[in-house]
Every structure is written in structure tokens, then in C-alpha cells.
């Protein structure tokens, strides 16, 4: 489980080819974000995406939200995207948002127990959105085991997960992007499937690093729960 200094350029490249060859084979490795460091598995992969889960010591009721590397992806996961999303990541993407859509049913994965939904966000952290960028979107959860905080260094990560995970990119303390923000709190996630219906609203499941009072003002209160 070695871990790599991505301020290093030696060890980032090394970090990153052999983080591309862990996911690849279906190996946990653990990222950096703008919010949290992240536990990270191939999205199209059942025993991967299973091992995150094992790691963090979750059942299947737990899914994890899929990192995305870019905007269009949106639309190749998810079935439909409202207008009010579409506003919503054009103001907030890359960053800590994370949307939850009715994903679609051709879509060959196993996240767990999603009764038809994926979590989508894409994350501005530049080690994350060039992983995200060679190897497609991934399931990323925070690094962490469950009731544990949020892990804002890859040593608090690998202190927990330890062995389980195969590669460690290290890139220094992350979670002050967000000036007043709770630094462990993760992204804020909003839960769009009601915008599906003509009077259905959104809802925000987990307050974050976005102030819900800018998910209003893009939104719009009548379309807030």
C-alpha cells in the first residue's frame, strides 16, 4: 500500500500510473478532493465497488456516490437532467455538489441498493479529475471507516483503511477550499428525482460545503422542499 507525495513530480507520475493499474484490476485507491480525501473503485465494477464498501464497513443500503470527470458525463449516467440541475452545475461544477438523478437503466454496474439512482459530482481537484480523466467515473466515498470523521490528509486515511487500499495519492491537507465551511462536512448533496414530477421539488439530504441558501437562489424557493 504505498503512498505517494503527488508535490513530488517523480512520485506523481508514479502515483498516478500505478493508481490507473490498481483501479484497472478492480483495487481500492485513495484520492484527494476539493472536500475530503475519497476511497475510490471502478464504478463498473460489482466486487470493486463491493471491496469500497467492505473497506468502509457499509452494507449495500449505503451506496457511493460516482465522481465524474467532466460536465457531458451528466448526461451518459443519469436518464434525464431537469433544467434546475443543469443550473446547478453550471454554478457549481467543478466542486462540492453532489446531485442525485434517476440513473440510467442500460447502465451495466451495481452501486448496492440505489432503488434507481446514482449520486453524480465532479470534483475540482486537479490529481482527482485527471485519475477521473484516464479512468472514467468512479465510485468515491469518503476515506474513512463509517462513524469515523472524514479524512482530511492521506495519513488519517490510510490510519483507517490501511491495507485494504492499494495506492495512496497524497497531496497534503485538503478541505479549506470553502472559506467558513465545517472542513469535514464533505459536499453538500441535493436529491433531484422530485424535479421529475411538475409540482416536485429538491431536496438537500446532507447540508455541506454549499450553503443551502445558494442551492435556493439557483433553484428558486418554489422548487426547494
Not at 454554478?91 to 440513473?103: C, N, S, V, Y
Not at 440510467?104 to 465532479?122: E, F, I, K, S, Y
Not at 490510510?158 to 495506492?167: F, N, T
Request: with cysteine.
Amino acid at each position: 500500500m504505498p503512498t505517494f507525495d503527488t508535490a513530488n513530480p517523480a512520485e506523481l507520475l508514479s502515483g498516478m500510473r500505478l493508481a490507473r493499474a490498481a483501479i484497472g484490476r478492480g483495487e481500492l485507491v485513495v484520492i484527494p478532493t476539493d472536500t475530503v480525501y475519497g476511497v475510490a473503485a471502478d464504478a463498473f465494477s460489482p466486487a470493486a465497488v463491493q471491496r469500497l464498501l467492505d473497506a468502509k464497513g457499509r452494507d449495500r443500503t449505503a451506496p457511493p456516490p460516482v465522481l465524474v470527470p467532466g460536465i457531458p458525463t451528466l448526461d451518459a449516467l443519469a436518464e434525464s437532467v431537469p433544467d434546475e440541475v443543469r443550473a446547478l452545475v453550471a454554478e457549481f461544477w467543478p466542486g462540492g455538489l453532489t446531485i442525485i438523478l434517476r440513473a440510467r437503466p442500460t447502465l451495466d454496474w451495481d452501486l448496492g441498493d440505489t432503488r434507481g439512482t446514482v449520486a453524480l459530482r465532479m470534483p475540482s481537484d486537479t490529481i482527482a479529475l485527471e485519475l477521473l480523466a484516464e479512468t472514467g467515473p468512479l465510485a468515491v466515498s469518503s476515506a474513512n471507516r463509517t462513524s469515523e470523521p472524514a479524512a482530511l490528509t492521506a495519513a488519517e486515511a490510510e490510519a483507517m483503511l490501511g491495507e485494504s487500499v492499494e495506492v495512496y495519492l497524497d497531496a497534503g491537507p485538503v478541505g479549506a477550499a470553502y472559506p467558513g465551511a465545517d472542513e469535514r462536512s464533505g459536499s453538500t448533496i441535493v436529491d433531484a428525482t422530485g424535479l421529475d414530477s411538475p409540482n416536485g421539488r429538491l431536496r438537500v439530504v446532507r447540508h455541506g460545503v454549499i450553503p443551502d441558501a445558494e442551492i435556493v437562489r439557483v433553484v428558486g424557493a418554489d422548487r426547494c422542499a
